[in-house]
């Protein structure tokens, strides 16, 4: 069991930067990918980007490929998103998320960090 903790969100203008981070605490007992997510009231929670945490492809959504950046720090057990050029329609819920296994999809969240881009 892995607890992660948000934080970043915060309000920008447009074509802006924020970092988000998410703090991992505990140890699971095998971690298979990292990702973020975000979510916006009355839609679906959208894929943002993804890692596999024993290396490989990045994966980010078409909407934000480019723009935002998915990264780790292994001393600080803490993942980011980098985020610029940010336009309005990032404006969301932010949340990271842990999968342990091939098989077991995102299985651990965080509580999300709201972030809000302003025109």
């Known amino acids: 069991q892995v607890q992660l903790v948000e934080s970043g969100g915060g309000l920008v203008q447009a074509g802006g930067s924020l970092r988000l981070s998410c703090a991992a605490s505990?140890?699971?007992?095998?971690?298979?990918?990292m990702g973020w997510f975000r979510q916006v009231p009355g839609k679906e929670r959208e894929f943002v980007a993804q890692?596999?945490?024993?290396?490989?492809?990045?994966y980010y959504s078409d909407a934000v490929k480019g723009r935002f950046t998915i990264s780790r720090d292994n001393a600080k057990n803490t993942v980011y998103l980098q985020m610029n050029s940010l336009k309005p329609e990032d404006t969301a819920v932010y949340s990271c998320a842990a999968s342990s296994s091939s098989g077991s999809g995102f299985d651990n969240w965080g509580q999300g960090t709201q972030v809000t881009v302003s025109s």
């Open positions: 505990g140890r699971p007992f095998s971690l298979y990918a």
């Open positions: 890692f596999p945490w024993s290396g490989g492809k990045t």
